[in-house]
């Protein structure tokens, strides 16, 4: 299991404990974090499960794909600079501790 911490707009915090080898949004999902709908459930078809990635964690995670890209376009809410999907971050260890913003909306 690994802890990620989520905050939402307001700046709440919510820690999570996720099970490894899962995504980022199916713990989200899994642990009751509002803000995260998953509209597509993982299938990168939407930018419903749109986040903001906290450094240093976000230089760790593998780049961006073309198809990543063209989603995060979509977005509700602002796209920058550590705009993930995050149904396309898997958990394992290397993550613990993963400080993870959620937009205003989805």
Do not use: W
């Amino acid at each position: 299991m690994t802890k990620i911490i989520f905050v939402d707009f307001k700046g709440k915090k919510t820690t999570i404990e996720a099970r490894d080898g899962d995504n980022l949004m199916q713990a989200a999902i899994a642990g009751g974090i509002e803000g995260i709908v998953g509209e597509c459930c993982g299938a990168m078809m939407c930018a419903t499960c749109h986040v903001y990635v906290e450094e240093p964690y976000l230089s760790s995670l593998l780049e961006r794909s073309e198809g990543e890209e063209e989603m995060l376009e979509c977005t509700a809410s602002e796209q920058r600079t550590n705009s993930r999907l995050s149904c396309q971050i898997k958990i394992g260890p290397d993550i613990e501790g993963m400080i993870v913003h959620l937009p205003e909306e989805q």
